[in-house]
DNA sequence: GCGCTAATTGAGACTTAGTATCAGTACTCT
DNA sequence: AGAGTACTGATACTAAGTCTCAATTAGCGC
């Protein structure tokens, strides 16, 4: 889906300067498979500091390039975003593997919410957990 | 719908000791509303010390007496439960405030998707945000 | 190619949330 | 009273993320 060309010339269009960091740090995301920790990325960037890679990450998410996946202990893990714009995960919690979901499937109950509790509802956070097909055959 | 007296009667059930770092705790915590952070019961409850708060915070939640309730940046926040197991929450953004759901409006939609991704589904997070009623209002 | 300047960088200090260690205190039980 | 266990608070530590600031540099205009 995204590779290497098609975010610089996204960050061109921008306006950012294509550094030597950010090509690390692009790189460095594109090679991972799953989800990952901004420190994972440090870990792959060695020379690169740790804030920038913080920063880039940000751009990239905030660019929708990268997606922030929420687990199953509350805390927030990256992964290369197939979508861009509002959609949800399904996490495998054995293998780190994740599925976006293209449709926001929260989107139909959010009128009869608003109606029954008097809210007006500006987001909301789903996403799901298990083990996906291959890890569910694998264990037996 | 907690109050000091019955929650004292669940931790003796249990029997966890009732120590003054735990009443103090818990009488914080109850005077709170909306959601609150572990710091922000730490900052109350002068000469109990930061672990034993958490410690305290952890056991009120896995009792049920405490949610967790997940924020829009991602960040958990905390407030007395009303209601025990699973359920979900619409958190104003402009005023703290928390309404709880008591059905959980995600477990119909698990067996489509379970079927449609093959994954085998073990948990979800879902939560709202928005502005309740009263915040509404008092904007114009 | 060269210079200018705003954008970017990396080091490091700092914050917030939470866990681990451990010696000391205080219940509980007999 | 003594033994054993639960609990506590100080403190150190980890992880995730932000902030500051001086030094560097990408990309633009010439
Ligand atoms: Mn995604
Ligand atoms: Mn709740
Ligand atoms: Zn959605
Ligand atoms: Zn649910």
Known sequence: MH???SIVQRLEARKYRITP???AVVTAVLERSGHFSVDDI???V?????ATVFR???LLSEMGMLCRVLLEDGSLS???SRHQGH???LVCVSCASVQE???CIASDMLGDLARSTGFQIEGHWLEFFGRCAACRNSVA
């Open 3 to 5: 590779n290497l060309k």
């Open 21 to 23: 960091a950010r090509l």
């Open 42 to 44: 440090v870990g792959r």
């Open 46 to 50: 060695p020379g690169v500091g740790r």
């Open 56 to 58: 880039t990450m940000k």
């Open 78 to 80: 990256y992964r290369v």
């Open 87 to 89: 959609h949800h995960h």
């Open 101 to 103: 979901l293209d449709a």
